[in-house]
């Protein structure tokens, strides 16, 4: 194995105990719960997948999405990824998954017409924040133009409504100012939660958020773009989706998701 697969297996057990919190209870109960969400049978594509944790979640059934099936198994997930070496680790570490499969893509770059409405299901989480704001547009018409007619789109990220969007415009410039915030709004956020798991994670919050540069809010919010709710709204009706629901993500601060539906005609 080279030194970049070591290195991202340090970093995927690293963050396992995160994963497991967030990527497993907190998708699943948003894709059992708050969606309703069938994946049995269905194509799925896992954009900005990195790994492929959520999709070895989905390919495996591990999820156990209830929709009239014990464990529900998708035909096929697709983990569209943009890193040689997150593709490359994830194909090792999760090569005996038969319906699992990964693929190079960008969504800054033009589309590949052979992707384009080839899956029922589209699934993106905490990838477009990535993007400069004068990317996003053609980013998120790229992700929704996957779908196919009726098809579904999960996505969640790091979401703002707009007064808190302007707030941590102005804090950016103090770094102590923007991480008291970040601290006190995600401890808010954690403890105010019913999440069965909320009590194994809670006392790490603060760790999390000051000193693990990977998952803390503060870099997000400080370093690159996260989103106004009112422009996703605007960015899905104008590609053609219908939203069925959108709210906070339990848990966890400065997170939002939307869930909607391709419309047809």
């Known amino acids: 194995m ?25 998708m699943g109960e948003l894709l059992i719960s708050k969606t309703g969400m069938c994946t049995h049978n269905k194509s799925i594509a896992d954009v900005g997948g990195g790994i492929g944790y959520i999709g070895k979640n989905l390919a495996s059934g591990s999820f156990s999405l209830r929709c009239g099936h014990i464990v529900d198994i998708p035909e096929r997930v697709v983990v569209l990824e943009n890193s040689d070496d997150m593709l490359s680790f994830g194909k090792q570490r999760f090569r005996q998954l038969s ?55 999960l996505y969640v990220d790091v979401i703002l409504e707009d007064t808190e969007y302007e707030l941590i415009q102005e804090l950016k410039s103090n770094s102590d100012q923007l991480t008291t915030y970040v601290l006190d709004r995600s401890l808010e956020v954690s403890t105010a939660s019913s999440l069965p798991l909320g009590n194994a994670i ?34 899905l009706h104008n590609s053609g989706f219908n939203i069925i629901s ?13 869930y909607s539906k391709r419309v047809v005609g």
Not at 2 to 25: G, Q
Not at 124 to 138: E, G, M, R, T, W
Not at 202 to 229: A, F, G, M
Request: charged share 25%.
């Open 202 to 235: 809670y006392p790490h919050i603060k760790q999390v958020i000051l000193y693990n540069p990977i998952l803390s809010p503060i870099n997000t919010l400080r370093d690159e773009y996260p989103l106004r709710v009112t422009d996703v709204r605007t960015m």
């Open 246 to 258: 959108e709210g906070d993500v339990p848990g966890f601060a400065f997170f939002k998701y939307f």
């Open 2 to 26: 080279n030194e970049s697969f070591w290195e991202l297996d340090k970093v995927f057990k690293r963050e396992n105990y995160f994963s497991v919190v967030f990527y497993h209870f907190i």
């Open 99 to 153: 319906n699992l499969e990964y693929r190079k893509f960008n969504l800054a770059d033009p589309l590949q017409e052979d992707l384009r409405e080839q899956f029922d299901i589209i699934i993106s989480i905490s990838v477009i924040h990535n993007l400069d704001y004068s990317q996003q547009p053609k980013a998120f018409e790229n992700l929704l133009s996957l779908a196919k007619p009726n098809g579904e789109f």
